[in-house]
T-cell receptor, first 113, second 110 residues
Framework: AQKVTQAQTEISVVEKEDVTLDCVYE???????LFWYKQPPSGELVFLIR??????QNEISGRYSWNFQKSTSSFNFTITASQVVDSAVYFC??????????FGTGTRLQVFP | NAGVTQTPKFQVLKTGQSMTLQCAQD?????MSWYRQDPGMGLRLIHY???????DQGEVPNGYNVSRSTTEDFPLRLLSAAPSQTSVYFC?????????FGPGTRLLVL
Protein backbone atom coordinates (compact mmCIF):
# COMPACT_ATOMS: atom_id res chain seq x y z
CA ALA A 1 0.00 0.00 0.00
CA GLN A 2 1.11 3.53 -0.61
CA LYS A 3 0.78 6.53 1.61
CA VAL A 4 1.85 10.11 1.24
CA THR A 5 2.24 12.81 3.87
CA GLN A 6 2.25 16.50 3.13
CA ALA A 7 2.78 17.88 6.61
CA GLN A 8 2.45 21.52 5.61
CA THR A 9 -1.25 22.34 5.42
CA GLU A 10 -0.79 25.95 4.40
CA ILE A 11 2.16 28.18 3.60
CA SER A 12 2.07 31.93 3.14
CA VAL A 13 4.92 33.85 1.58
CA VAL A 14 5.52 37.24 0.10
CA GLU A 15 6.26 37.51 -3.58
CA LYS A 16 9.88 36.75 -4.57
CA GLU A 17 10.47 34.52 -1.57
CA ASP A 18 11.59 30.95 -2.18
CA VAL A 19 9.31 28.24 -0.85
CA THR A 20 9.75 24.49 -0.44
CA LEU A 21 6.84 22.07 -0.24
CA ASP A 22 7.56 18.84 1.57
CA CYS A 23 6.40 15.36 0.63
CA VAL A 24 7.16 12.08 2.37
CA TYR A 25 5.81 8.86 0.95
CA GLU A 26 5.56 5.19 1.81
CA UNK A 27 5.47 2.41 -0.70
CA UNK A 28 6.21 -1.29 -0.88
CA UNK A 29 6.74 -1.19 -4.62
CA UNK A 30 10.31 -1.54 -5.78
CA UNK A 31 9.70 0.71 -8.75
CA UNK A 32 7.27 3.56 -8.70
CA UNK A 33 6.56 7.04 -9.93
CA LEU A 34 6.25 10.27 -8.01
CA PHE A 35 4.18 13.20 -9.18
CA TRP A 36 3.48 16.79 -8.26
CA TYR A 37 0.24 18.42 -9.37
CA LYS A 38 -0.92 22.00 -8.97
CA GLN A 39 -4.56 22.93 -8.41
CA PRO A 40 -5.16 26.67 -8.86
CA PRO A 41 -8.32 28.36 -7.55
CA SER A 42 -10.04 27.59 -10.86
CA GLY A 43 -10.01 23.92 -9.82
CA GLU A 44 -8.25 22.09 -12.63
CA LEU A 45 -5.33 19.78 -11.95
CA VAL A 46 -2.11 20.78 -13.64
CA PHE A 47 0.62 18.19 -14.06
CA LEU A 48 4.02 19.54 -12.93
CA ILE A 49 6.48 16.67 -12.84
CA ARG A 50 6.86 12.92 -12.84
CA UNK A 51 9.87 11.14 -11.41
CA UNK A 52 10.81 7.45 -11.69
CA UNK A 53 12.03 5.82 -8.52
CA UNK A 54 15.26 4.75 -10.17
CA UNK A 55 16.08 8.28 -11.30
CA UNK A 56 17.35 10.30 -8.36
CA GLN A 57 18.78 13.07 -10.48
CA ASN A 58 17.26 16.29 -9.31
CA GLU A 59 15.93 18.74 -11.80
CA ILE A 60 15.47 22.43 -12.26
CA SER A 61 12.91 23.78 -14.65
CA GLY A 62 12.70 27.54 -14.68
CA ARG A 63 11.64 28.63 -11.19
CA TYR A 64 10.77 25.07 -10.15
CA SER A 65 13.12 22.47 -8.76
CA TRP A 66 12.64 19.06 -7.22
CA ASN A 67 14.67 17.17 -4.66
CA PHE A 68 14.08 13.41 -4.69
CA GLN A 69 15.82 11.40 -1.98
CA LYS A 70 14.95 7.72 -2.07
CA SER A 71 16.84 7.01 1.16
CA THR A 72 14.47 9.25 3.13
CA SER A 73 11.40 8.67 0.92
CA SER A 74 11.07 12.36 0.26
CA PHE A 75 10.18 14.25 -2.89
CA ASN A 76 10.26 17.96 -2.12
CA PHE A 77 9.31 20.75 -4.50
CA THR A 78 10.80 24.26 -4.46
CA ILE A 79 9.56 27.40 -6.13
CA THR A 80 12.21 30.09 -6.47
CA ALA A 81 11.18 33.75 -6.49
CA SER A 82 7.52 32.97 -5.95
CA GLN A 83 4.83 34.90 -7.79
CA VAL A 84 1.18 35.58 -7.00
CA VAL A 85 0.20 33.22 -9.84
CA ASP A 86 1.86 30.38 -7.93
CA SER A 87 -0.94 30.55 -5.35
CA ALA A 88 -2.61 27.15 -5.48
CA VAL A 89 -2.91 23.83 -3.72
CA TYR A 90 -0.03 21.51 -4.52
CA PHE A 91 -0.42 17.76 -4.37
CA CYS A 92 2.25 15.13 -4.15
CA UNK A 93 1.18 11.72 -5.45
CA UNK A 94 3.11 8.47 -5.59
CA UNK A 95 2.05 5.85 -8.10
CA UNK A 96 3.03 2.21 -8.13
CA UNK A 97 3.60 -0.22 -10.93
CA UNK A 98 0.06 0.42 -12.08
CA UNK A 99 -1.19 3.88 -12.87
CA UNK A 100 -3.13 4.29 -9.63
CA UNK A 101 -2.15 7.41 -7.76
CA UNK A 102 -2.42 8.07 -4.05
CA PHE A 103 -2.80 11.76 -3.33
CA GLY A 104 -1.71 13.61 -0.24
CA THR A 105 -4.01 16.14 1.37
CA GLY A 106 -2.19 18.94 -0.36
CA THR A 107 -0.36 22.09 0.68
CA ARG A 108 -2.11 25.39 0.09
CA LEU A 109 0.38 28.03 -0.99
CA GLN A 110 -0.60 31.67 -0.78
CA VAL A 111 1.74 34.18 -2.31
CA PHE A 112 1.04 37.76 -1.31
CA PRO A 113 2.16 40.75 -3.37
CA ASN B 1 -6.62 16.94 -29.32
CA ALA B 2 -9.31 17.77 -26.77
CA GLY B 3 -7.54 15.67 -24.13
CA VAL B 4 -9.88 14.49 -21.38
CA THR B 5 -13.38 15.92 -21.41
CA GLN B 6 -16.06 15.63 -18.75
CA THR B 7 -19.75 16.42 -18.80
CA PRO B 8 -21.62 17.96 -17.13
CA LYS B 9 -19.53 20.65 -15.43
CA PHE B 10 -22.03 21.02 -12.62
CA GLN B 11 -25.04 18.97 -11.49
CA VAL B 12 -27.56 19.12 -8.67
CA LEU B 13 -29.34 15.91 -7.72
CA LYS B 14 -31.91 14.95 -5.16
CA THR B 15 -31.24 12.05 -2.83
CA GLY B 16 -32.12 8.80 -4.56
CA GLN B 17 -31.80 10.08 -8.11
CA SER B 18 -29.48 8.40 -10.55
CA MET B 19 -27.15 9.93 -13.08
CA THR B 20 -24.12 9.24 -15.22
CA LEU B 21 -21.02 11.39 -15.33
CA GLN B 22 -19.44 11.24 -18.74
CA CYS B 23 -15.72 11.06 -19.46
CA ALA B 24 -14.03 10.81 -22.83
CA GLN B 25 -10.45 10.99 -24.04
CA ASP B 26 -9.02 11.20 -27.53
CA UNK B 27 -5.43 10.20 -26.75
CA UNK B 28 -6.01 6.44 -27.20
CA UNK B 29 -4.92 5.79 -23.62
CA UNK B 30 -5.68 2.35 -22.25
CA UNK B 31 -5.79 3.39 -18.60
CA MET B 32 -8.62 5.56 -17.30
CA SER B 33 -9.75 6.33 -13.79
CA TRP B 34 -12.25 8.24 -11.69
CA TYR B 35 -11.37 10.20 -8.56
CA ARG B 36 -13.40 12.23 -6.15
CA GLN B 37 -12.16 15.27 -4.26
CA ASP B 38 -13.87 16.40 -1.08
CA PRO B 39 -13.25 19.84 0.48
CA GLY B 40 -9.76 20.17 1.91
CA MET B 41 -8.80 16.71 0.73
CA GLY B 42 -6.70 15.14 -1.93
CA LEU B 43 -8.16 12.97 -4.64
CA ARG B 44 -9.34 9.45 -3.86
CA LEU B 45 -9.60 6.73 -6.47
CA ILE B 46 -13.13 5.39 -7.10
CA HIS B 47 -12.75 3.00 -10.04
CA TYR B 48 -10.25 2.46 -12.78
CA UNK B 49 -9.91 0.60 -16.06
CA UNK B 50 -6.81 -0.80 -17.73
CA UNK B 51 -8.54 -1.20 -21.08
CA UNK B 52 -11.85 -1.74 -22.81
CA UNK B 53 -13.90 -4.38 -21.03
CA UNK B 54 -11.77 -4.32 -17.87
CA UNK B 55 -12.60 -2.36 -14.74
CA ASP B 56 -11.65 -2.60 -11.09
CA GLN B 57 -12.35 -0.92 -7.79
CA GLY B 58 -10.27 1.76 -6.22
CA GLU B 59 -10.20 3.11 -2.69
CA VAL B 60 -13.83 4.34 -2.44
CA PRO B 61 -16.01 2.36 -4.91
CA ASN B 62 -19.24 2.02 -2.92
CA GLY B 63 -22.23 3.68 -4.54
CA TYR B 64 -20.62 3.91 -7.98
CA ASN B 65 -20.61 1.71 -11.08
CA VAL B 66 -18.44 1.92 -14.16
CA SER B 67 -18.14 0.22 -17.51
CA ARG B 68 -15.65 0.51 -20.35
CA SER B 69 -17.09 -0.54 -23.68
CA THR B 70 -14.67 1.57 -25.74
CA THR B 71 -11.15 2.88 -25.26
CA GLU B 72 -12.42 6.46 -25.46
CA ASP B 73 -15.24 6.49 -22.91
CA PHE B 74 -15.41 5.71 -19.22
CA PRO B 75 -18.74 6.75 -17.67
CA LEU B 76 -19.35 6.79 -13.92
CA ARG B 77 -22.84 5.92 -12.72
CA LEU B 78 -24.48 6.87 -9.47
CA LEU B 79 -27.45 4.53 -9.06
CA SER B 80 -29.01 6.20 -6.03
CA ALA B 81 -27.35 9.46 -5.10
CA ALA B 82 -26.66 10.27 -1.45
CA PRO B 83 -25.57 13.55 0.16
CA SER B 84 -22.23 11.90 1.00
CA GLN B 85 -21.54 11.79 -2.74
CA THR B 86 -21.45 15.57 -2.94
CA SER B 87 -17.97 16.14 -4.29
CA VAL B 88 -15.91 17.16 -7.29
CA TYR B 89 -15.28 14.27 -9.64
CA PHE B 90 -12.22 14.05 -11.83
CA CYS B 91 -11.67 11.64 -14.66
CA UNK B 92 -8.14 10.87 -15.81
CA UNK B 93 -6.45 8.93 -18.56
CA UNK B 94 -2.85 7.89 -18.52
CA UNK B 95 -0.05 6.47 -20.55
CA UNK B 96 3.38 5.47 -19.32
CA UNK B 97 2.56 6.61 -15.82
CA UNK B 98 1.60 10.21 -16.64
CA UNK B 99 -2.00 11.00 -15.78
CA UNK B 100 -4.00 13.68 -17.57
CA PHE B 101 -7.03 14.96 -15.74
CA GLY B 102 -10.30 16.30 -17.04
CA PRO B 103 -11.67 19.65 -15.81
CA GLY B 104 -13.91 18.01 -13.20
CA THR B 105 -17.65 17.71 -12.51
CA ARG B 106 -19.02 19.41 -9.43
CA LEU B 107 -21.89 17.36 -7.99
CA LEU B 108 -24.26 18.51 -5.28
CA VAL B 109 -26.69 15.99 -3.79
CA LEU B 110 -29.49 17.50 -1.74
Amino acid sequence: AQKVTQAQTEISVVEKEDVTLDCVYETRDTTYYLFWYKQPPSGELVFLIRRNSFDEQNEISGRYSWNFQKSTSSFNFTITASQVVDSAVYFCAPGGNTDKLIFGTGTRLQVFP
Amino acid sequence: NAGVTQTPKFQVLKTGQSMTLQCAQDMNHEYMSWYRQDPGMGLRLIHYSVGAGITDQGEVPNGYNVSRSTTEDFPLRLLSAAPSQTSVYFCASSYGGSQYFGPGTRLLVL
